[in-house]
């Protein structure tokens, strides 16, 4: 596998806390460019600190970690923050501004980088009817409940259209026709964009209903459970909206009248 086509690479990756305690020991792995996996293992068992260590959140105790082929070593704060244009993270603590709508919290990372008003617009409307919150958009984000919230800060990572999408239990507090709503949101960013997309959960019947291939943290290692694919076992039951072709066919198509502007 060359660097051209790995997205992610980790060669012999330690983590620690603070206190000097190994959370993760010898972690190693390439993941190819456009793959989907879940993340899964017990609580702490360092699920979140593996998402960290791939956005640039936490820093490794030793090892080498390439993000699309570069090496984080020696790496500026401006670079670093240049290499997090290309990726997006959902937490479970949902990360919402207060003091901002949910339309401008959606539209934050659009405005960031200079975006039209007009094309942010379009945009974050789009967006926000897709996850089911269109008439929230003037809402205090402190008025939803924990899934809208969590809707709110999915919207927001997708939005940029991310080469990598790290989520860290983003259907945990949803109710199953949204958690399939938000996973195939998430399979069509996979299949139409090529999104790299590391997705954690507790959950085996996500796991089993979405037959991705599954990389499992214990013991402070990393092991990886059945073959990489970039699609995904359809679901008995799916939610009755928008489909997500079009969705993305219109959302692919209004990113790209944003980039010639």
């Not at 030793?62 to 082929?69: A, E, S, T, Y």
């Not at 789009?126 to 008439?135: A, H, I, Q, S």
Request: proline share 3%.
């Amino acid at each position: 596998m060359t660097d051209a086509n790995t997205a992610i690479s980790f060669a012999n990756v330690a983590a620690r806390y603070d206190d000097g305690r190994d959370v993760l020991t010898d972690v190693s792995f390439n993941i190819t460019g456009g793959a989907f996996y879940f993340l899964s293992g017990a609580s702490g068992a360092g699920k979140t600190t593996l998402l960290r260590l791939i956005y640039q959140l936490h820093p490794q105790s030793r090892g080498q970690i390439k993000l699309f082929g570069k090496s984080t070593a020696n790496m500026t704060r401006d670079q670093i923050t240049d290499l997090r244009q290309k990726m997006a993270i959902v937490f479970q603590e949902y990360s919402l501004l207060s003091h901002l709508t949910v339309f401008d919290n959606v539209a934050l990372p659009l405005r960031v980088r200079g975006c039209d008003e007009d094309k942010i617009k379009k945009l974050v409307t789009k967006t926000l009817e897709w996850v089911g919150l269109g008439r929230y958009a003037d809402a205090d984000p402190r008025s939803l409940s924990g899934g809208q919230q969590q809707r709110v800060s999915v919207a927001r990572a997708i939005i940029v259209q991310p080469s990598i999408l790290l989520a860290d239990e983003p259907t945990g507090n949803l109710d199953d026709e949204n958690a399939a709503r938000l996973m195939e949101l998430f399979i069509q960013m996979n299949r139409v964009f090529g999104t790299t997309i590391i997705l954690a959960t507790h959950s085996q019947k996500l796991m089993d209903t979405y037959k991705f291939p599954v990389i499992r943290v214990e013991n402070h290692h990393v092991n990886f459970l059945g073959q990489s694919k970039t699609t995904a076992t359809e679901p008995k039951k799916v939610w009755k909206g928008p489909k997500p072709q079009n969705y993305f066919a219109e959302l692919s198509k209004q990113f790209e009248d944003i980039g010639n502007a």
